[in-house]
């Protein structure tokens, strides 16, 4: 299962990864991220939250890719994971090597409390 989620005042694109996620559900979640990223401006962040990922199947990966690419090509400033179990990673940091410029902030968290708290620091300090 997968939500997504944009808080536009906060410039934040919430993707939330849980259960067993097929191929078909990370296909439709691409989908609708292209969807949903179609009046972003440059510069907005992600949190992908993988709390309640159980598994997620091989084939999901050609869609998690695209999502990388969509998000790359929007010129996404940060991504924030939070994934509490490192073996459940799901091959996210080979992709994000192939699939993100090397201006993308990639952080990754094991408590959502955390995470938050770093995209907030994030939010209130001044562009660099």
């Known amino acids: 299962m997968y939500a997504v989620e944009l808080d536009r005042s906060k410039r934040l694109l919430v993707i939330s990864a849980a259960q067993k996620v097929t191929a078909e559900e990370a296909k439709m979640v691409a989908q609708r991220i292209g969807e949903v990223l179609q009046d972003v401006a440059p510069g907005f962040r992600v949190l992908a939250d993988f709390r309640g990922l159980e598994s997620m199947d091989s084939a999901a990966a050609r869609h998690i890719a695209k999502i990388m690419d969509a998000l790359a090509e929007k010129d996404v400033a940060s991504v ?23 201006d993308v902030t990639i952080t990754t968290f094991e408590t959502l409390a955390d995470a938050v708290q770093s995209i907030a620091a994030k939010a209130d300090s001044p562009p660099s």
Do not use: A, E, W
Request: aromatic share 8%.
């Open 80 to 102: 924030t994971r939070v994934m509490p179990d490192p073996r459940k990673d799901i091959g996210l940091n080979i992709l994000s090597q192939f699939h993100y410029g090397p």
